[in-house]
């Protein structure tokens, strides 16, 4: 049991953020995301895309203010459960609140804050029958850890950044004995870097580009282990090729998930939140960030990092009712770490 003073629920932006404002209550936090790193939707959906809206950046690249956030957090020593779904939260007869993920890791913790943004990333699966039958077998859609792909024949499919990116990468790295890239039209979605990159890779034989074609089938080899996918193309017909693995990256759904059912208040998808501390309908238990609604709700990370600003102050008075806390501004206090 991993037990802290608050439990973030969502590693995004605002959850990173949260920390640091906790971390100056001298309070610990540990997050946990369903991605395999932090970031949220900065690093799922537009790692390369500039922001103009944070203070003090006149421009600045969404994966760099990631990059930017954890290490202002350090000094915290924040603790990470990355990979594994919140799918419980219980309540003991202490107040306490037990964090149970998807995978059986449990966290204990007097103040739960959820930073979930927009609720748990689920990938687009294609309509492949018995698709799920191989997944963890060969069919991922989510590349969490590339070295499982050392030497292997690799599979991807999709027309947008991740589908070209990890492309670029397990052939680039030399990670992939084999690689294929599928995708089901000429032109692709993403950056026109990545697209250059791949069609240079293509022309160089170091991966198959293989447009106007879709996987439309799946096939197994000895013990149940994906062997080959079956290809259609718009003219060469049906082509078997064997493949190790199969990773459709054709993007990722938000849903509010397990959420909804921990008896918190929700209207349109979100959690309603008092706007005093960013309290919900549960004592003990926050929402900040895009998951929250409360009138004139803005889904800016702006406006989250105020929100966990104000919900740390809370959760500090619920830890220590005898304490008091004086605001210390970081210039004349600075910030000293754990
Ligand atoms: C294309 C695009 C451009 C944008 N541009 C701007 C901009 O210029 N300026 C701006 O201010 N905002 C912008 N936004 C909005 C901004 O990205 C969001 O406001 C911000 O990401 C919210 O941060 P968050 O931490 O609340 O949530 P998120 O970034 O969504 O992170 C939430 C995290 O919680 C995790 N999670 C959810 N449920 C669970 C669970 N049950 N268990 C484990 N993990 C869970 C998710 O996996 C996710 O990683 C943009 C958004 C998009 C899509």
């Known amino acids: ?18 920390v640091f404002e906790a971390g100056l209550l001298k309070l610990r936090c540990h997050l946990i995301d369903s991605l395999p790193e932090p970031g949220g939707q900065l690093i ?12 003090g950046y006149p421009v600045v690249n969404a994966g760099d203010l990631i990059a930017r956030l954890m290490e202002q957090i350090g000094v915290f020593k924040p603790g990470f459960t990355l990979g594994e779904t919140v799918t419980k939260l219980e309540e003991t007869a202490d107040q306490k609140f037990i ?7 449990m966290h204990q913790a007097p103040i739960v804050i959820i930073a979930g943004g927009l609720g748990v990333f689920e990938p687009r699966k294609p309509p492949i029958e018995n698709l799920a ?35 670029i990468y397990l052939s680039e790295k030399k990670i992939a004995g ?8 000429t ?21 198959d580009l293989i447009t106007d074609a879709e996987v439309v089938g799946i096939q197994p080899r000895d013990g149940g282990h994906l062997g080959a996918v079956l290809i259609k193309h718009s003219t060469l017909g049906d082509v078997v090729r064997p493949a190790d693995h199969f990773i459709p990256l054709f993007g990722l759904t938000p849903s509010l998930g397990p959420i909804a059912d921990w008896g918190l208040d929700i209207e349109k998808n979100a959690v309603k939140v008092d ?10 238990i926050y ?5 929250n609604t409360y009138p004139g709700k803005l889904k800016l990370i702006l406006c989250g990092f105020h929100e966990g600003t104000l919900a740390v102050q809370s959760a500090f008075a619920r830890i220590y009712p005898n304490k008091k806390n004086v605001l210390k501004y970081t210039t004349v206090n600075g910030v000293s770490g754990f």
């Open 1 to 18: 049991m991993i037990q802290t003073d608050i439990v973030i629920i969502g590693a995004g932006p605002v959850g990173l953020f949260t």
């Open 44 to 55: 799922e959906i537009y790692p390369k895309k500039p922001i103009y809206d944070i203070p």
């Open 99 to 105: 964090v149970t993920t998807n995978k059986g890791t």
């Open 133 to 167: 039958a191989f997944e963890d077998k060969g069919v991922e859609y989510i590349i969490k850890d590339p070295e499982l792909y050392r030497d292997k024949n690799v599979v991807i499919s999709g027309g947008g950044d991740s589908a070209l990116d990890w492309t």
């Open 178 to 185: 084999k690689i294929a890239l599928v995708h089901r039209r």
């Open 187 to 207: 032109s692709f979605r993403g950056h026109l870097d990545s697209v250059q990159k791949v069609m240079d890779l293509a022309a160089a034989g170091q991966i």
């Open 275 to 284: 706007t005093f501390d960013y309290s919900t309908s549960r004592k003990g």
């Open 287 to 291: 929402a900040v960030g895009d998951i």
